[in-house]
Antibody, heavy 124, light 106 residues
Framework: QVQLQESGPGLVKPSQTLSLTCTVSGDPISSVDYHWSWIRQPPGKGLEWIGYIYFNGSTKYNPSLKSRVSMSVDTSKNQFSLKVNSVTGADTAVYYC????????????????WGQGILVTVSS | SFELTQPPSVSVSPGQTAIITCSGDKLGDKYVSWYQQKPGQSPLLVVYQDLQRPSRIPDRFSGSNSGNTATLTISETQTADEADYYCQSWDSTTVTFGGGTKLTVL
């Protein structure tokens, strides 16, 4: 059973870069079966998909965030990471990492399991 | 951009059937997944590919999708089912989540 754990600073100043890491256990991140994703949830609000990455480094991002987001994968550490540039208060959220099953032929994907989430507050 | 619309809240009595809808343009042509989120917890997949259930999810949870509406049905609803429920779909460009429905069991 795959397990995921987010880590990183809980407080980021406006205009700076938010950096988070997700550590995967129970399965190699280089598995051909999965993609790896970040999703966020502002306090009291709904879920917003940020993007996902494959073990070979190929990525797909939410068009609304694409200009400020980058993801990377480190197969030697079984980790993948998220960076969000030029953050504002609107980026304050619980950030989740999750395993993604992607079926490109059927045009479907689903997220399972999810990490426990990490609250990141953007404030000076 | 593709949007998914859910009712903000649904109420049901224990033992009754809860129906949560998710609407989007030609949604029946896409696949839909559903997630349950209890307070302070991360989301949990309850239905994928419209009607498939992970093995850990009881068969009281079922899904369907046709036309412009996908539906999550919870039969014999229990107080433990009280949670926020989110639908999700993908159009090969972006992943979209619905706004969420708060299910109250009382």
């Amino acid at each position: 059973q795959v397990q995921l754990q987010e880590s990183g600073p809980g407080l980021v100043k406006p205009s700076q870069t938010l950096s988070l890491t997700c550590t995967v256990s129970g399965d190699p991140i280089s598995s051909v079966d999965y993609h790896w994703s970040w999703i966020r949830q502002p306090p009291g609000k709904g879920l917003e998909w940020i993007g996902y990455i494959y073990f070979n480094g190929s990525t797909k991002y939410n068009p609304s965030l694409k200009s400020r987001v980058s993801m990377s994968v480190d197969t030697s550490k079984n980790q993948f990471s998220l960076k969000v540039n030029s953050v504002t208060g609107a980026d304050t959220a619980v950030y989740y990492c999750a395993t993604v099953y992607v079926d490109i032929v059927a045009t479907t994907n689903w997220f399972d399991p999810w990490g426990q989430g990490i609250l990141v507050t953007v404030s000076s | 951009s593709f949007e998914l619309t859910q009712p903000p809240s649904v109420s049901v009595s224990p033992g009754q059937t809860a129906i949560i809808t998710c609407s989007g343009d030609k949604l029946g042509d896409k696949y839909v997944s559903w997630y349950q989120q209890k307070p302070g917890q991360s989301p949990l997949l309850v239905v994928y590919q419209d009607l498939q259930r992970p093995s850990r999810i009881p068969d009281r949870f079922s899904g369907s999708n046709s036309g412009n509406t996908a539906t999550l049905t919870i039969s014999e609803t229990q107080t433990a089912d009280e949670a926020d429920y989110y639908c999700q779909s993908w159009d090969s460009t972006t992943v979209t989540f619905g706004g969420g429905t708060k299910l109250t069991v009382l």
